[in-house]
């Protein structure tokens, strides 16, 4: 089966560093990728890893381990706008559509 | 770049209409887009997967006749919720590949909330 785990809940403050883990079991692997969704919105891009190794892009990084079938999402200097849910999704074939897990969301506070 | 457009942002109809929502690729073409829908707090759920010029693949549990996809372009997908029920209510998104980008990335559209009365 397919299987995507993430934490349901985070809080932080602003200015820390927070990281949102996320193990998975596909059928098979073609790419992981993180998502920002705020409320009532759909979600926007955030990362893309598919080789082992970290994805650093500005205040957010990506690591991925293929063998451990993990990944985390790295989110550094935490401003209020940060709060939203942080989605972790596995693509198990290229071309096919992604797999989600629940999401986590993220409460940056003051 | 990499943008993609729903319309509508919202709708609201009464039970037994049918609703259809539009989604386009504005500056990239896309040969698969993918429907999604999602319930408050939920993840969301694959409903199906549209191709460009052939027909449309469903998740099991999605009713085909139910929720009709049509492809006709690179750049537009439709989906229409036929007879539509009061359950049917649920935020509405889709997303399309573009190959050009690493990976194949997804890109989503902003949704439809759609409301059945």
Redesign the interface.
């Given at each position: 089966g397919q299987n995507i785990d993430q934490p349901t809940e985070m809080t932080a403050t602003e200015g820390a560093i927070v990281q949102i883990n996320c193990t998975y079991q596909t059928s098979g692997f073609n790419g992981l990728f993180w998502y920002q969704q705020h409320a009532g919105e759909a979600p926007t891009f955030l990362s893309y890893n598919v080789l082992d190794g970290l994805e650093e892009k500005g205040r957010f990084s990506s690591f991925l381990s293929r063998s451990k079938g993990y990944s985390y999402l790295l989110l550094k200097e935490l401003q209020m706008k940060d709060s939203a849910s942080y989605l972790c999704a596995v693509r198990s074939m290229r071309g096919t559509a992604l797999i989600f897990g629940k999401g986590t969301t993220l409460s940056v506070s003051s | 770049g990499a943008v993609v457009s729903?319309h509508p942002s919202r709708v609201i109809c009464k039970s037994g209409t049918s609703v259809k929502i539009e989604c386009r690729s504005l500056d990239f073409q896309a040969t698969?887009m993918?429907w999604y829908r999602q319930f408050p707090k939920?993840?969301?759920m694959?409903m199906a997967?549209s191709n460009e010029g052939s027909k449309a693949t469903y998740e099991q549990g999605v009713e085909k006749d139910k929720f009709l996809i049509n492809h006709a372009s690179l750049t537009l997908s439709t989906l229409t919720v036929t007879s539509a029920h009061p359950e049917d209510s649920s935020?509405y998104?889709c997303?399309a590949?573009h190959s050009g980008r690493?990976?194949?990335?997804?890109?989503?559209?902003?949704?439809t909330?759609l409301t059945v009365l």
């Open positions: - | 729903q698969t993918f939920k993840s969301l694959l997967t935020f998104i997303s590949t690493a990976g194949g990335t997804q890109y989503f559209g902003p949704g909330r």
